[in-house]
């Protein structure tokens, strides 16, 4: 399923500039597979042990997935998946 | 000059001190490091006693390479002995309270905001924003008006009318978010990539959580230049409980201070506890909630600072700890029958805590224990209502006499 993938800031230089990423996936875990793929660098910066580093959140269409199934969240055709620094606020 | 860079708490690499929040490298929160090697105490305290009778006094902490100029500037607020809620609660202690509600917004929030404003000049940005549960919103509108910016704040829709009203009253873009504080937070991080904007508790972050140390500097100081035994703190992002702890640490560090950190006694509202969740649970990860609690102003579902707050209360011997709305309620009663401050529900829960602790038996004889009330009452109006009646009488002395018959015989 195509699905955009929304970079922050913080990761372009990994991305090599770019912003939004369009990868396939039915999770979000897959989905992060598949971006990892194409830019692995970005596998050490946001997950440690095969599990998300605690201060990254990510967002499916606006909604955190840690109320949802987490990586196992499922993605629904045109979904957006969101990354961000979770440090902000407060 | 002190200070040195950002610096991030994960894994230790180091940025320009530009606008920036989160480490390249780890996602990470960056913080101001900076190196205290040259300090002398005594010039120091004698420095800090010729300044000004506010937070910067405590300019050469802070995250500037002078004192910046401040047309509203917050802090040495008062710190009240607190012997008759001591009494109430059965405490043979030696109880103070923080009153930051006599702060110019009336928060604490007026101590991170005037930091976070005065970075934006320096960093020459035009306009001021925030993501807020209300609080923080009344200080960044003030502060941006005081100092001739513009100013951008978002809140969560169904925020209190008082901080409505305390905010879009000093000319702010006041935008209220179909949502509840995370979604606002979200929404921030969001434009804080596309808006040339100085969102103060995003992009500006690292400066801005600085400002909560004052609060530390200033109990420090005004007890002598002796630190608490114990504090209890509020606890919504985890910034302040964290920034408090690093406050007192940087004294020891020089000597300005003698012994060691204070117990850190942290306080939740049940409907917003994924901090004390986490400490009672052993995690060293917030989960996040949804927040359903009348403490609005420490309604954050996801706590960016929250793993290091449980990490400060397990290393200070403290606990994190929860009180339910009705708590809240009685604990505003109970401050401001004894010591004649009224809080706003934030208080309501940090004094909530301070009674369970007590009830606990957790604080010893002798201890100087100093709680923080961080917000004022008048914020938060419905938490008191229906929480005593009004005597209505005629205008005449029958009535009176006839109202208070009871009491007069007595």
Not at chain 2, 62 to 73: A, K, Q, T, V, W
Not at chain 2, 270 to 294: L, Y
Not at chain 2, 376 to 382: A, I, P
């Amino acid at each position: 399923m195509p699905v955009t993938v929304k970079i922050p800031t913080q990761l372009r230089a990994a991305t090599g500039g770019e912003a939004e990423l369009e990868v396939t996936g039915s999770t979000v875990g897959e989905v992060l597979d598949a971006v990892f793929e194409a830019h692995s660098t970005l596998r050490e910066r946001i997950t440690q042990d095969g599990d998300l580093r605690r201060f990254v959140n990510v967002y499916v269409s606006g909604e955190d997935i840690r109320f949802q199934d987490g990586l196992a969240t499922p993605i629904e055709d045109g979904a957006e998946v969101t990354i961000l620094p979770a440090v902000a606020g407060g | 000059m002190s200070i040195q860079n950002l610096k991030c708490k994960e894994c230790g690499s180091t940025y320009d001190l530009g606008a920036h929040f989160a480490c390249e490298n780890c996602f990470g929160p960056l913080e101001v490091a900076y190196d205290y090697s040259a300090f002398d105490p005594a010039a120091t305290k004698r420095k800090i006693q010729a300044g000004s009778q506010g937070i910067w006094r405590y300019s050469d902490f802070l995250p500037f390479e002078g004192r910046p100029g401040d047309p509203l500037e917050p802090g040495f607020t008062p710190l009240l002995r607190a012997d008759r809620l001591a009494a109430r609660l059965g405490l043979d202690a030696e109880l103070w309270v923080k009153n930051d509600a006599a702060n110019p917004t009336h928060s604490f929030k007026d101590r991170v905001v005037a930091v976070a404003v005065a970075k934006a000049q320096e960093l020459g940005f035009d306009t001021v924003a925030c993501a807020s549960t209300g609080n923080l919103a009344n200080a960044v509108a003030a502060h941006a008006a005081a100092a001739g910016l513009r100013s951008y704040v978002f809140v969560p829709a169904n925020l209190e009318e008082q901080k409505l009203l305390a905010t879009g009253v000093y000319g702010t873009n006041l935008v209220g978010v179909r949502g509840n504080y995370d979604d606002v937070n979200r929404l921030c991080t969001q434009l804080a990539e596309t808006r040339p904007w100085a969102f103060v508790n995003v992009n500006l972050r690292p400066y801005y959580a600085e400002g909560s140390k004052t609060l530390a500097y200033e109990t420090a100081e005004q007890l002598g230049w002796k630190l608490p035994d114990r504090v209890v703190c509020p606890i919504a992002s985890g910034s302040l409980f964290t920034k408090v702890g690093r406050g007192f640490q940087e004294w020891l560090d020089i000597g300005l201070v003698e012994g060691e950190q204070p117990i850190f006694n942290g306080a939740q509202a049940v409907g917003c506890s994924p901090v004390a969740t986490a400490f009672a649970e052993g995690w060293d990860v917030c989960k996040p909630q949804r927040p359903d609690t009348i403490a609005k102003s420490l309604a954050i579902g996801d706590p960016a600072d929250g793993p290091y707050a449980v990490e400060q209360a397990r290393r200070t011997e403290g606990s994190i700890d929860s009180v339910t709305d009705e708590e809240i309620r009685d604990a505003i009663r109970l401050l401001a029958e004894t010591t004649g401050i009224f809080t706003e529900t934030a208080g309501g829960v940090t004094v909530g805590v301070l009674r369970k602790l007590a009830e606990r038996g957790d604080i010893g004889a002798g201890e100087r224990v100093v709680v923080y009330i961080t917000g004022e009452g008048l914020k938060t109006l419905d938490a008191t209502r229906d929480s005593f009646q009004m005597h209505e009488i005629d205008p005449d002395l029958e009535s009176f006499e006839s109202e208070f018959a009871q009491e007069v015989i007595a």
